[in-house]
């Protein structure tokens, strides 16, 4: 997937079909690579970061519009706007 924070911060992220996460971004102290790990708990897509939030679990609730994809955080505030790719394009 690659996508945009509401702050403008494009990521690019490849989950294979364990769930298994690779993700590659640019912040204000460079690049920035981590590993994770995606899982569906009820109607949420919860991830699992080794470095962001210090490993602590994160659960979204995700909306498709077309070929759109918006993740929202518990509060309603938006987490990211993405699109899905094929395969891993990035080789993450």
Do not use: H
């Not at 079909?17 to 971004?25: C, D, P, R, V």
């Not at 899982?39 to 909306?63: H, M, P, Y």
């Not at 706007?81 to 395969?87: A, K, L, M, R």
């Amino acid at each position: 997937m690659v996508g945009y924070l509401p702050n403008g911060v494009a990521f690019k992220i490849y989950v294979d079909k364990e769930g298994n996460a690779s993700m590659s971004t640019v912040n204000a102290r460079g690049p920035f690579y981590d590993r994770g790990r995606y899982v569906i708990e009820g109607d949420l897509l919860c991830a699992t970061w080794e470095k962001v939030r210090n490993g602590q679990k994160s659960c979204l609730s995700v909306f498709r519009a077309a070929d759109t994809f918006r993740a929202y955080n518990p509060d309603g505030s938006l987490n990211a706007t993405y699109q899905i790719q094929s395969g891993n394009p990035e080789n993450l």
